[in-house]
C-alpha cells in the first residue's frame, strides 16, 4: 500500500520529500513534505512499481530488485537509486516537477530514463561526492 515499507533501507531528502528503499517491495516510495512523519502517512509516488500494492522483481527498465540506496542531485534535478540485484544504477532526471495548486496526492510512476548500465555486481551503497553519487561494490 501507499502507506507501508518492507525492509525499508537508503533515505533522501528531495526538496523537502522523503524518499525511501522498501527492499523488500522492490519499489522506492517518495513521501510528502510536510512535519515529522508518523504512522499512516501515505507515499505521493512509486518507482519500481506499477501502482502502490505490486512488489514484484523485474530487471525491465521500470522495475527494480532488492533496490538498496537513493540519492537526490538537487543542481541536475535527479534521483539516483541503487537497483541491487539487477547490479546497475538508475537514473530518474527531472525527478521534481513543480505543480502549483496541488491538492490531493500525485501517485504517478516515474519511468526510468537512460540506458541500462551493465558494469555494477550487486551494488549495495553510493558515495556521495559533492552532489555526484558513485556506486561502489559490498
Known amino acids: 500500500s501507499a502507506t507501508s515499507l518492507n525492509y525499508s533501507v537508503g533515505l533522501a531528502i528531495a526538496d523537502g520529500m522523503v524518499v525511501v528503499c522498501s527492499a523488500?517491495?522492490?519499489r522506492v516510495m517518495v513521501f510528502p513534505p510536510g512535519p515529522p512523519a508518523s504512522d499512516?502517512?501515505?507515499a505521493i509516488r512509486v518507482l519500481g512499481q506499477p501502482d502502490f500494492t505490486s512488489q514484484a522483481s523485474g530487471s525491465a527498465l521500470d522495475r527494480m530488485s532488492l533496490p538498496w540506496d537513493v540519492a537526490y542531485d538537487s543542481v541536475a534535478n535527479t534521483l539516483w537509486v541503487v537497483d541491487t540485484f539487477n547490479s546497475r544504477l538508475l537514473r530518474f532526471s527531472k525527478f521534481i516537477v513543480r505543480v502549483q495548486n496541488l491538492n490531493?496526492?500525485?501517485g504517478v510512476v516515474i519511468p526510468f530514463q537512460g540506458q541500462q548500465p551493465t558494469v555494477f555486481v550487486y551494488p549495495k551503497g553510493l558515495l556521495r561526492k559533492g552532489n555526484i553519487p558513485l556506486s561502489r561494490k559490498p
Open 104 to 106: 490531493e496526492s500525485l
Open 24 to 26: 523488500n517491495d522492490n
Open 40 to 42: 499512516g502517512i501515505a
